[in-house]
């Protein structure tokens, strides 16, 4: 006992230094170092190396070159809601922060890997910000298709762990992805996506946003004729045969969407 004792002791007393250490180091962080001094120990949140990849946009990186340790990036990530991983692989540390509706977070012309720290998700394996099944991955952005009603396929992808929404389109690359997940998982079957007409709205084109992240749609996005308001339609879907979104009232497949940037 006095041996684990002594040992609690001095862990204790090396996060302590390392802390201090690193927000002495940056001014930003020095008021929270009081309130994680009476935190946990760091270890509760867990962080799990992989080989990953390091191409991830500057608009979503944090450099602190006061942090020169696993400890100290650590415990800077943990400090940081947003942070869902770290690096040292370029030499000071480098905090990834992003969330579920966060856009263009890995640079899709870049390929450098390296060892990054991946936070834990509730609900998922070490090392992972999606559940299994995900895949199809466009820049960092991987899909599955499930099946049901628009609103039963909104509540299965919110009930879903880790950084997943009901999918959205942003981008003429995004849509085209869709278009082909949709062509090699339903066929011919339209494939809902999760924009959504407010109620209220001047038909047939007002109103019309991704509703999981609250994103007006693009205009330039809708197939031609599109929406048209046939049937009193307020939901979206990629259809067959059409490059551009539609309006819909009945589809049986949708598609979830997950933030995965590093593998």
């Not at 946990?40 to 080989?51: G, M």
């Not at 509540?155 to 959205?168: F, N, Q, R, Y």
């Not at 003429?172 to 090699?184: D, F, G, K, P």
């Not at 045969?241 to 309006?247: A, E, I, P, S, V």
């Amino acid at each position: 006992k006095k041996f684990r004792k002594q040992q609690i002791k001095r862990t204790r007393s090396s996060e302590l230094q390392a802390r201090q250490s690193l927000f002495q180091s940056d001014r930003q962080h020095r008021d929270a170092l009081a309130a994680f001094a009476a935190s946990d120990c760091v270890c509760s949140t867990k962080f799990s190396p992989i080989d990953g990849s390091l191409c991830i946009n500057s608009d979503f990186v944090r450099t602190f070159a006061g942090a020169a340790s696993e400890l100290q990036c650590a415990i800077l990530c943990r400090l940081r809601p947003q942070c869902q991983a770290f690096s040292l692989s370029d030499g000071p540390c480098q905090l990834f922060e992003f969330n579920k509706c966060s856009k263009s977070v890995r640079d899709c012309g870049c390929s450098r890997r390296g060892r990054v720290f991946v936070r834990q998700q509730p609900g998922l394996p070490a090392g992972l910000l999606c559940p299994p099944g995900y895949g199809d991955d466009l820049c960092g952005v991987k899909y599955k298709v499930v099946s049901g009603s628009w609103d039963d396929i909104k509540s299965t992808c919110e009930s879903e762990s880790g950084l997943v929404i009901m999918a959205d389109v942003t981008s003429t690359e995004e849509l085209a992805q869709v278009n082909q997940i949709r062509s090699l998982h339903t066929g011919s079957s339209p494939m809902w996506l999760g924009g959504f007409q407010a109620p209220g709205s001047i038909e047939p084109s007002g109103g019309w946003h991704w509703l999981s992240c609250n994103i007006s749609m693009d205009s330039s996005l809708w197939h031609p004729n599109e929406p048209n308001d046939k049937g009193g339609q307020d939901k979206l879907a990629a259809m067959n045969g059409r490059d551009g979104l539609t309006d819909l009232t009945s589809a049986s497949f949708g598609l979830c969407e997950c933030a995965s940037p590093f593998n």
